[in-house]
């Protein structure tokens, strides 16, 4: 039996909305600082007439080297908008080394220059995302501020004894005083300061490319210089006061709770047919298949086969979620199997999206590529469709929440058929089912595991983690968990024994780093099955809010699992909904969706005379404690639309 053996209600972070006043500022629109980098030059075309006194016997081609550049700067950036303008005035050096060369006397020779430069550079800047990427360009109008340059000549090494003469240091001649160039770059804005401080500060790496057109320094000779800029600016603003609501701390509920295992007789081994959902759902702004979706290589199709899914599922603590989401995300490789085997049957894949059709056809021809290119179906038996919704919405008329989550369910593509090889029993239509999925597996029930509860942890805490300490002293550790709700098997906190009682801390840790902690007393009990006899699991599916399309299994349900109740048994019927909706009617909406089940599977039981069932109906509407399957993707919300049908033998 479940006992709760700790209730402990602890203050831990929340933002809740108040009347409070606090001051923030907008985005300056004036920036200041300066810039810094290195220019990286590279000389190219021909330097021999140094100056008017100097002609060197060889002729300079190739050179680079890297200068400073280091600049004041100002921008101004229009409000809401992505323009704005940039200025950067400062030192530039073009410095660098030409390549050495030989003379006709065979003697090396090398020139390097400190050639630099005042730079005036005004630009145009735009950033287009709304991130802190931008970009700019803009004329260069630089003024000479250095021309001279180190000459040295050495001498030939067939003449060891020869002496080199002196470095020439001079001044280049006919250096233009005044050049006009162009460059773009682009660089990141990083805020240094948050928006609650008037004045903000942003460091802003940058890299610039400026050409060698009108870059020639010398209005003789053809030598022209490209550049290629790195650095840095900081810069600051002030930004106008704005008046914004503040967040007041307040600290919420959150309840911590342990429920430990019931050491009940149960089956081992649970026969399940398992529904195969034939959909297959589309991430937004995307017509590609999914990466969670499990896609083979063309070479891997022929070790693949629908039975290898089956034995391959894993039987974790994670249980029947990990289980059937392992099968239903290789729906595409089982239908590809599925078309092999049988060869006449034919499916329509139907996209559905409301940016329109075309986008839903490109999306139903995503899966169609990858039928025929990895499992090489005949394209013919592979006909698409596309429609701006499918035959059956979630998205129904007049409602107003939720709508994102709904129309994330209504972006798919629907498998549809009308081969029986490929459907449910007694099913036809294009609306109707693929064939489950069946497999055997070990599984200790879920009140076995030892549940942590921490309600209302995804959002007041980023992390909470468990410490079990032995009546021995040893200490074991498990989490960190960020969801509302941790089970753990009593195997694994107990290992060989049977059963222990643990000192328990719950440690919560709220965004801001503070680590709160609780303790309690815990008794955990080794769950063991009582018979290895074999129960049977059948579940159905519905669409969104719907408790009538129990219609289309009626006959499944007559035919196919009431001749499957043992004599002498108990048949467990569970409804379960999604956590779209209000909680109360998703309650009601769950029951209504057992009792179904149960009217149907109880007026066949009496059509064959028989009186030895007994029925238990629970619905559990949205609890996520009793579901199998969480609700953040739309598959694992359909899932949760669920009736499970447990059969046991008293």
């Known amino acids: ?151 040295e000549k050495g001498t030939n090494p067939s003449f060891p004894a020869q002496v080199a003469g002196p470095a020439v240091n001079e001044e280049f001649g006919d250096v233009e005083n005044t050049i006009l160039s162009m460059q773009i770059g682009a660089g990141f804005d990083i805020p240094l300061t948050s928006n609650t401080q008037k004045t903000q500060f942003v460091l802003s790496p940058f890299v610039a490319f400026q050409p060698y057109f009108g870059q020639n320094p010398r209005s003789t000779e053809n030598w022209n210089i490209t550049t290629l800029r790195a650095g840095a600016a900081l810069k600051f603003g002030q930004g106008k006061k704005s008046v914004v609501e503040e967040t007041e701390t307040i600290r919420p509920v959150v309840e911590f709770s342990i429920v430990s295992p019931r050491n009940l007789p149960a089956k081992a081994t649970v026969s399940e047919t398992f529904p195969l959902r034939n959909y297959i759902y589309m991430d937004q702004g995307s017509t590609e298949i999914a990466s969670r979706y499990v896609l083979l290589e063309k070479d891997q199709v022929k ?21 059937g989401m392992t099968v239903y995300y290789n729906i595409m490789n089982i239908l590809g199997d599925r078309m092999v085997k049988n060869p006449n049957s034919k499916v329509t894949l139907v996209g559905s999206s409301e940016q329109g059709s075309e986008d839903a056809r490109a999306m139903a021809q995503s899966v169609k590529t990858y039928l025929t290119d990895v499992f090489s179906i005949n394209p013919t038996r592979i006909a698409i469709e596309g429609r701006i919704e499918p035959e059956v919405s979630s998205e129904r008329k007049g409602r107003t929440e939720d709508l994102d989550l709904l129309r994330d369910e209504d972006r798919r593509v629907s498998i549809e058929s009308n081969s029986p090889a490929l459907l449910m029993e007694f099913q036809s239509g294009p609306t109707a089912p693929l064939k489950p999925v069946q497999f055997k597996v070990m599984e200790a029930p879920v009140d076995s595991y030892v549940v942590f509860k921490a309600d209302g942890a995804e959002e007041a805490i980023s992390s909470w983690r468990l410490e079990l300490t032995e009546e021995n002293g040893m200490v074991k550790n498990y989490g960190p968990f960020v969801e509302n709700e941790a089970s753990i098997p009593g195997k694994t906190i107990l290992g060989n024994e049977s059963q222990g009682d643990f000192k328990v801390k719950m440690i919560g840790t709220t965004e801001d780093g503070l680590e709160v902690i609780e303790k309690s007393e815990a008794n955990v009990v080794l769950w063991g099955p009582a018979q290895a006899e074999e129960a049977m699991r059948f579940s159905i599916l519905y669409e969104f809010d719907d408790a009538t399309a129990i219609t289309m299994y009626e006959k499944y349900l007559t035919d196919v699992v009431a001749p499957k109740i043992p004599k002498d048994s108990k048949v467990i019927i569970h409804g379960h909904t999604d956590v779209i909706g209000d909680a109360e009617n998703n309650q009601r909406l769950s029951l209504a969706r057992a009792n179904n089940v149960k009217n149907i599977l109880e007026k066949a039981l009496v059509n064959s005379n028989r009186t030895d069932v007994k029925f238990e109906v629970q619905g559990y509407g949205e609890d996520t404690s009793k579901s199998d399957f969480g609700n953040k993707l739309p598959e694992q919300r359909a899932y949760n639309r669920t009736v499970i049908i447990d059969l046991f033998k008293i």
């Not at 080394?97 to 065979?106: A, H, L, T, Y």
């Not at 070790?303 to 391959?312: A, G, S």
């Open 1 to 151: 039996m479940k006992k709760i053996l700790l209730l402990i209600i602890v203050a831990l972070g929340f933002q809740m909305q108040t009347t409070a006043q606090e001051v923030e500022y907008e985005k300056p629109n004036w920036y200041f600082g300066v810039a810094a980098g290195a220019n990286f030059n590279f000389y190219r075309g021909t330097t021999q007439n140094l100056n008017a006194g100097l002609t060197v016997p060889a002729a300079f081609k190739d050179g680079n080297g890297i200068g400073l550049y280091a600049a004041p700067l100002v921008e101004y950036h229009f409000t809401n908008s992505v323009w704005g303008i940039m200025l950067q005035t400062g030192y530039d050096s073009r410095q660098g080394e030409w390549d050495q060369v030989i003379s006709p006397c065979n003697c090396p020779m090398d020139l390097s220059t400190d050639l630099s430069y005042i730079t005036v550079e005004p630009s145009v800047r735009i950033a287009p995302f709304k991130n802190g990427f931008y970009i700019y360009g803009g004329p260069r109008l630089a003024f000479n501020v250095d021309k001279s340059f180190t000459y």
């Open 303 to 323: 070790d693949f086969k629908e039975e290898q899914v089956k034995l391959n599922t894993p039987t974790d603590l994670s249980g029947r979620a990990k289980r």
